[in-house]
T-cell receptor
Framework: AQRVTQPEKLLSVFKGAPVELKCNYSYSGSPELFWYVQYSRQRLQLLLRHISRESIKGFTADLNKGETSFHLKKPFAQEEDSAMYYCALSVGFQKLVFGTGTRLLVSP | KAGVTQTPRYLIKTRGQQVTLSCSPISGHRSVSWYQQTPGQGLQFLFEYFSETQRNKGNFPGRFSGRQFSNSRSEMNVSTLELGDSALYLC????????????FGEGSWLTVV
């Protein structure tokens, strides 16, 4: 089965606190994973892809095949990070399987 | 360069009617895919087209259909609309080769009354 699980619907933190948004996947093939972000009134946009192993806006994500996880982390949250975050799994021919999303709320 | 463009942005239809949504991909992108986003089901894949051929299809009834034109522009059609079809319909495009980032449009908000 192809499935992406984001267990938290809402994650509320204070500015400056560390953030970890959880993502677990189920896929029999070699996974290609992404994090997409949707800021208020903006389109869904790519934040990170696991194969690039880069840090975007201070966020990083490491693929752990043993734990089938791809958690998104940031050491110090900023108010502008408040958004909806979706973990997605590519399963071929441009088909993405999305998790249900986690709303991150960063309070001052 | 311009992003993925979807029209119309907002529309209201009556049950039983049909609707056509349009998508213009990023210039040079040959793959176009469609997603339905609802509060209850989240983001769900509808179908994907590449060079005018449907390569992949999600688990939606036959009332949902699409097509792609030779210029890579795409349309999706929903016939015999039901209240449950009310959703944000997202179009996405990508190169489908090499750097394979999928870029999304702002979506078409469909309300069925």
């Amino acid at each position: 089965a192809q499935r992406v699980t984001q267990p938290e619907k809402l994650l509320s933190v204070f500015k400056g606190a560390p953030v970890e948004l959880k993502c677990n996947y189920s896929y029999s093939g070699s996974p290609e994973l992404f994090w997409y972000v949707q800021y208020s009134r903006q389109r869904l946009q790519l934040l990170l892809r696991h194969i690039s192993r880069e840090s975007i806006k201070g966020f990083t994500a490491d693929l752990n095949k043993g734990e089938t996880s791809f958690h998104l982390k940031k050491p110090f949250a900023q108010e502008e990070d408040s958004a909806m975050y979706y973990c997605a799994l590519s399963v071929g021919f441009q088909k993405l399987v999305f998790g249900t999303g986690t709303r991150l709320l960063v309070s001052p | 360069k311009a992003g993925v463009t979807q029209t119309p942005r907002y529309l209201i239809k009556t049950r039983g009617q049909q609707v056509t949504l349009s998508c213009s991909p990023i210039s040079g992108h040959r793959s176009v895919s469609w997603y339905q986003q609802t509060p209850g089901q989240g983001l769900q894949f509808l179908f994907e087209y590449f060079s005018e051929t449907q390569r992949n299809k999600g688990n939606f009834p036959g009332r949902f259909s699409g097509r792609q034109f030779s210029n890579s522009r795409s349309e999706m059609n929903v016939s015999t609309l039901e209240l449950g079809d009310s959703a944000l319909y997202l179009c996405a495009s990508s190169l489908s080769t090499g750097e394979n980032t999928i870029y999304f449009g702002e979506g078409s908000w469909l309300t069925v009354v």
